[in-house]
């Protein structure tokens, strides 16, 4: 994968992929959530 | 490029940042501004600031020669600061301590750590451990910078770090921790732009894709020297013989040491109390990420893939042409770069250093003045922040000291050194302050004091790397480390010291709840 025969190293390069992928997603999802407990908190 | 245009480009930069430092100063007003920003600070330059702090001029150049040096292995890092450092962090660490710090009205990491377990003893230990561990990884910052700039521009490395180290100091100083945000947020996107353009130039001049240089690498792997071959290396996209010295050096030092020791770094956790809700922690998790793949990533990447450069422009590996691993990244954007560049790069260095040494000395201002010695300077101001503006000053005069003890190819292992402490110290107190409410004062307590007393008994006389430059075994004991045998000298303290503080808050808590 990626040109790279040694998973030790490929599976370095997928995590850090993997977690940029993840990160983009969650914070586009979440941009403007906040938490929900702490909302309910302030209302009361 | 002439030295009069790089100067104006510097003093540019400096005025700029003095800008950022007086716009600090003119809006902080007390000690909670001066330390938090009064927990109101803008989600993207929290996490530029929190990317910026983590990524220092060791992870440019110390971590990179690494790279061109050991090879890809050093990913790992890249992807466990992404995964544990920010992913991990801002998820399950971030909120918690967000509210815990609110809850307990602490400013400071040390103040966290005290108010939560209710003892004076735990705050002022946690700032003794900052105050005093902390200049070692200030000064092995200020030393990458330095060896940056005398490389590539042949400056006075003296001149150099005096005027840098100035500079700072002015803006963390004045501007408090505003000050500090500001500029990171300016230096971090400096470092982004850089070193992004540095991984574009690289296929650029090489002429090859993604793949295919990754599949010379791996052809290359027969130009190993034979000095390094003994360590355990098998190539540049290829993990060291599982076992190896370089093995160990890889995974329980640098990898785990940083990848672990991130988690509990007081400069980074205090980031987390900044902001003004968990929405902007949210936010925080897709800059940081973005941040880190595209800074650290680029340069471990680029760091491996030099050889190939090297190998065809000055027909030899990167090793073989600088001894010296810190010095071969800066050697690659001398050669590799386009002439321009080298004044971009150099406030991308400065930038680096900067942003981290702005976040050190901060941290260790506020460890001394707001932890250490809370009533100095405040009998008739109560919110007076002279006490930490002296604690800063200290801590910049201890750590400039101590960076000319240095010696070469530090730059990575002080690093990982700082943080392996950092972990095995304030991990366990940190997590369980979040998590586990049955954790004692008194678990608390002598879970810090095993990870300090673990910590240094490692480094004095089990670890190799630091046992036999400090020298106290040997003279006490007539052999380099107490366990010869291998791989003993080669695991990282952190491997020792962690598990045993992890065991003792366990246990200690268990014998002492009520």
Request: aromatic share 14%.
């Amino acid at each position: 994968m990626f040109g790279i025969d040694d998973p030790g190293i490929w599976l370095a390069y997928l995590l850090a992929f993997a977690c940029l992928v993840f990160s983009v997603i969650y914070g586009i999802v979440n941009w403007n959530k906040d938490d929900e407990k702490e909302n309910s908190q302030r209302n009361q | 490029m002439s030295t009069l245009l790089l100067g104006i480009i510097v003093i540019i930069y400096v005025f700029i940042l003095a800008w950022l430092g007086w716009l600090g100063y003119r809006q902080t007003k007390n000690s909670s501004d001066y330390l938090l920003g009064d927990r109101k600070i803008n989600p993207m330059i929290m996490a530029l600031s929190y990317g910026a702090t983590f990524i220092s001029t060791s992870a440019i150049v110390g971590f990179g020669g690494v790279a061109a040096t050991f090879g890809m292995g050093i990913q790992w890092l890249c992807a466990l600061n992404m995964f544990v450092g920010v992913i991990i962090a801002f998820l399950f660490f971030g909120g918690r301590t967000r509210a815990l710090g609110v809850k307990h009205d602490a400013h400071t990491f040390p103040q966290l750590m005290g108010y939560y377990y209710d003892s004076l003893l735990i705050k002022r230990i946690c700032a003794a451990v900052i105050f005093i561990s902390m200049p070692i990884y200030a000064a092995v910052v200020m030393k990458g910078g330095a060896v940056f700039i005398e490389q590539v521009f042949n400056l006075d490395i003296n001149i150099a770090l005096f005027i840098f180290t100035v500079v700072v100091a002015i803006y963390v100083i004045s501007g408090g921790i505003k000050g500090v945000l500001y500029t990171d947020a300016l230096q971090g996107m400096i470092m982004f732009a850089s070193l992004l353009f540095i991984l574009v130039w690289f296929y650029k001049i090489m002429d090859i894709g993604f793949l295919e240089a990754n599949r010379k690498l791996t052809d290359i792997a027969y130009l190993v020297p034979d000095r390094l071959k003994d360590l355990g290396h098998q190539g540049w996209t290829a993990m060291p013989v599982t076992g190896s010295p370089q093995w160990y050096t890889l995974v329980t030092s640098l990898i785990m040491g940083v990848g672990i020791g991130c988690l509990a770094q007081p400069q980074l956790v205090v980031r987390f109390m900044m902001v003004e809700n968990n929405k902007q922690l949210n936010r925080g998790i897709l800059i940081g990420c973005i941040f880190i793949f595209f800074t650290v990533g680029s340069i471990y990447h680029i760091g491996a893939l030099s050889n190939l450069f090297f190998l065809k422009t000055e027909g030899m590996i990167a090793s073989e042409l600088v001894s010296d691993i810190d010095r071969i990244i800066p050697l690659y954007i001398d050669k590799a770069m386009p002439g321009w560049f080298g004044a971009i790069f150099m406030l991308c260095m400065m930038s680096a250093s900067m942003s981290t040494l702005s976040a050190q000395f901060h941290t260790m201002g506020a460890a001394f003045g707001a932890d250490a010695f809370p009533k100095l300077g405040r009998s008739k101001n109560p919110n007076s922040t002279i006490a930490v503006r002296i604690g800063v000053v200290v801590a910049i005069i201890v750590s400039y000291a101590i960076c000319y003890t240095l010696s070469a190819n530090v730059i990575a292992r002080g690093t990982a050194l700082f943080m392996g402490v950092c972990a095995a110290t304030f991990l366990p107190v940190y997590f369980c302050s979040l998590y586990c409410k049955w954790v004692t004062k008194e678990g608390a307590l002598a879970s810090i004091c095993t990870g300090i007393f673990a910590s240094v008994f490692a480094m004095l006389f089990l670890h190799k790397a630091e046992a036999i430059p400090i020298g106290l075994c040997r003279s006490l004991f007539g052999c380099d480390v107490l366990i010869e045998s291998y791989p003993w000298p080669m695991i990282d303290p952190l491997l020792f010291a962690l598990p045993l503080s992890i065991t003792t808050i366990i246990l200690v808590s268990l014998l002492t709840r009520k």
